[in-house]
C-alpha cells in the first residue's frame, strides 16, 4: 500500500525556472493538500483541493499553482522559481472532508532554488 | 489572529526522563486537536488526536494529551522517553478561522533530542 507519492526528493532550480511536484495517492482520499515546511515556522498550508475539480488557496499560495484533474493526482507548480521557496514540500490527503481525519504526508520533496 | 503556540523550540532529555512538550491556541469554539511526529528523515505521522470526550486522549508508543479548554492548551506527556523518540513533534489544531472556514494550523515544532 504506497499511500501518498511524492516526486522528486530532492530538486535544485535556478531562479526563474518552473517545475512541477507531482503527488500522488492511492487510498481514495477526496481531500489533498499541499505543505512548506520552515525552520521555526512549521506547516504552511500552500492549497488544498477536496474534491477532482475543486482546488482552493491556502496561507501562502503565492507563486503557486495546483490542479485538480483526478482523485488520485494533486500536482503543485512552480511558475517561475524564486529562493524564498526553498523549502520542504509535503503533500498530504485525508479521507473526506472531515474536520477529525487525521492527515497522511508524502515523504516529501526538498527544493532549492539558487 | 488565530495560531498555535509551541513555545519549546528544543528540548533535550536523557533517557527514561518524562516528557511534557507544550501547546496552547488561541482559537475560539469548537476545536480538533492533533499532535502529529516526524522521525528524522521521514514524513509526518499522527500521535494522537482530540475531537471530544474525554479530555485525556493516548496515542501511539505511549503518548498521551490532555485537552485544558480553559488554559487553551493540549500537552503532550510521555513519562519515560526513548532515545527512539528523538524526532520533531508538532501540534495541530483544525478550528474556524477568521473566514469563517475552518483550517488546520500547525504549531512550529519541537524538536526533542533524547540523549542514551
Known amino acids: 500500500n504506497a499511500g501518498v507519492t511524492q516526486t522528486p526528493k530532492f530538486q535544485v532550480l535556478k531562479t526563474g525556472q518552473s517545475m512541477t511536484l507531482q503527488c500522488a495517492q492511492d487510498?481514495?482520499?477526496?481531500?489533498m493538500s499541499w505543505y512548506r515546511q520552515d525552520p521555526g515556522m512549521g506547516l504552511r498550508l500552500i492549497h488544498y483541493?477536496?474534491?477532482?475539480?475543486?482546488?482552493d488557496q491556502g496561507e501562502v499560495p503565492n507563486g503557486y499553482n495546483v490542479s485538480r484533474s483526478t482523485t488520485e493526482d494533486f500536482p503543485l507548480r512552480l511558475l517561475s522559481a524564486a529562493p524564498s521557496q526553498t523549502s520542504v514540500y509535503f503533500c498530504?490527503?485525508?479521507?473526506?472532508?472531515?474536520?477529525?481525519?487525521?492527515?497522511?504526508f508524502g515523504n516529501g520533496t526538498r527544493l532549492t532554488v539558487t | 489572529a488565530q495560531s498555535v503556540s509551541q513555545h519549546n523550540h528544543h528540548v533535550i532529555l536523557s533517557e527514561a526522563a518524562s516528557l511534557e512538550l507544550g501547546c496552547n491556541y488561541s482559537?475560539?469554539?469548537?476545536?480538533?486537536l492533533f499532535w502529529y511526529v516526524q522521525y528524522p528523515g521521514q514524513h509526518l505521522q499522527l500521535l494522537l488526536k482530540?475531537?471530544?470526550?474525554?479530555?485525556l486522549v493516548k496515542g501511539i508508543k505511549g503518548f498521551e494529551a490532555e485537552f485544558i479548554k480553559s488554559k487553551f492548551s493540549f500537552n503532550l506527556r510521555k513519562p519515560s522517553v526513548q532515545w527512539s523518540d528523538t524526532a520533531e513533534y508538532f501540534c495541530?489544531?483544525?478550528?474556524?478561522?477568521?473566514?469563517?472556514?475552518?483550517?488546520?494550523?500547525f504549531g512550529s515544532g519541537t524538536r526533542l533530542q533524547v540523549q542514551p
Open positions: 498530504a490527503s485525508k479521507a473526506g472532508s472531515a474536520y477529525n481525519s487525521p492527515l497522511h
Open positions: 487510498m481514495n482520499h477526496e481531500y
Open positions: 483541493s477536496v474534491g477532482a475539480g475543486i482546488t
Open positions: 482559537y475560539g469554539g469548537t476545536v480538533n
Open positions: 482530540y475531537f471530544s470526550g474525554d479530555p
Open positions: 495541530a489544531v483544525n478550528a474556524r478561522g477568521d473566514t469563517g472556514r475552518r483550517a488546520l494550523t
